[in-house]
Structures are given as structure tokens and as C-alpha cells.
């Protein structure tokens, strides 16, 4: 398997602009975390999906970010309109229900917001 | 919610000294408990784990406490190598429904192992 696939590995925006990350999952898995990660703040769960249904939310900062998983292999996160304070690694994350827990991240969204 | 603290925040220690890493939980319900190991610009990734109905487990050089009781867990590295450098994240879960349960992390250790 290929592991948890992300893109862009990489975005430079100017404030203001949509920003879409995409992630797949772990085939088979069928729990999918989108984190964030800053020096300031560590690894920050943003929300989490179980069998593509958003579970918990909470983490999302304000309303300018909203994630969907239409189907088991596709999730994005959404930034409108993006803001300098939004620049910070995001991270997808994916496990199966019947594994151990370990949970297996992808390389990472490293997003600069102008 | 569940809230992890975790200190240090940085930690040096000399080539084949041992390192201790500790994290305190809120959520009595949680009882699954990992750390995790990510290198300069990689993702974090598993190193070892412990669930509740365990005190201790070890990995070769790794070793994991957990008192249930005080709600504090710790990782242990002994015979430290220039390659152990990295930052280190614990986590805690509740699995109460399936092993579904969403990993909140501690705000992570800087180890710097010196040769």
C-alpha cells in the first residue's frame, strides 16, 4: 500500500485565497483525522470521520475551514479565505476500526498563507 | 475533553545517557496510550504503545510506565543514539466505542542526543 496520500505537499497563497487539501486514506481504513501542526500549538486535531461521517468537529477553528469525505477513499479541507494565521503543516491521518490503533499519518500539507 | 500535557518540552542528553519524556491526562476514560517519533521534516510515526490493563512494556531500547491512577504516563530511552534525536508525541484515547476513538497529543519533546 501506498500509505496515506496527501497533495499539495506544498502551497504558498496570499491571504484572502481558497486553499483546498486533499488527502486519501489508507485503503481499508475506515477512520480518517485531519490535524494541524505549529510550533505554538503542536499536533491540533481539527476533526475526525468514521466511516465518512464527520464525527467530531470541534477542533476546527472558526467557520473559514470545513472538511467533506464524499466517499471511503477521498477527504479535503477547505480554507475560505485563507488568513496568514492558517500557514502550519496539516496532516491526514487514517486507521482501521479493527487494528491496533496505530494511527498512520500521510507526508504532510505545509501551507503559507501571504 | 481530554487535555495531554507533556514536558519537557526540550530534552539534551549526552550519547548513551537515558531519556525520560512524561505526560499527564484528564480523561479517566482514556486507556490507550502511544507515543509517537517524528524526525526534521518527516510525519510522526508510531514507536510504541500501552493500553490501560498494562503497567509496563518495552522495546529494546523503548520502554512505556503507565499509572492509571495518577493519570501519567512516560517514555523511556536508554543507551541513547545521535539517531534518537527528534521530536516525540504522546497521545491518549478512549476506545469506549471501538477502536474508533480520536488520539489527542501532548504539544511534544525536542530530544537532541549529543555524540
Known amino acids: 500500500d501506498a500509505g496515506v496520500i496527501q497533495s499539495p505537499r506544498h502551497e504558498v497563497t496570499e491571504m484572502g485565497q481558497e486553499v483546498t487539501l486533499r488527502c486519501k486514506p489508507i485503503?481499508?481504513?475506515?477512520?480518517l483525522f485531519w490535524y494541524r501542526q505549529t510550533m505554538m500549538r503542536g499536533l491540533e486535531l481539527l476533526i475526525y470521520f468514521n466511516n465518512n461521517v464527520p464525527i467530531d468537529d470541534s477542533g476546527m477553528p472558526e467557520d473559514r475551514f470545513s472538511a467533506k469525505m464524499p466517499n471511503a477513499s477521498f477527504s479535503t479541507l477547505k480554507i475560505q479565505p485563507s488568513e496568514p494565521r492558517d500557514s502550519a503543516v496539516y496532516f491526514c491521518a487514517s486507521k482501521k476500526r479493527e487494528g491496533t490503533g496505530e494511527l498512520f499519518f500521510g507526508e504532510g500539507s505545509r501551507l503559507t498563507v501571504l | 475533553g481530554e487535555n495531554v500535557e507533556q514536558h519537557p518540552s526540550t530534552l539534551s542528553v549526552q550519547e548513551g545517557d537515558s531519556a525520560v519524556i512524561k505526560c499527564t491526562y484528564s480523561?479517566?476514560?482514556?486507556?490507550?496510550f502511544p507515543w509517537y517519533k517524528q524526525e526534521l521534516g518527516k510525519r510522526p510515526q508510531l514507536i510504541i504503545d500501552i493500553r490501560s490493563n498494562v503497567g509496563e512494556k518495552k522495546d529494546q531500547r523503548i520502554a512505556v510506565t503507565l499509572n492509571k491512577t495518577a493519570k501519567h504516563f512516560s517514555l523511556h530511552i536508554t543507551e541513547t543514539q545521535p539517531e534518537d534525536s527528534a521530536v516525540y508525541f504522546c497521545a491518549a484515547s478512549s476506545d469506549l466505542r471501538g477502536s474508533q476513538g480520536n488520539l489527542i497529543f501532548g504539544k511534544g519533546t525536542k530530544l537532541s542526543v549529543k555524540p
Open positions: 480523561d479517566s476514560a482514556s486507556n490507550y
Open positions: 485503503s481499508g481504513h475506515n477512520s
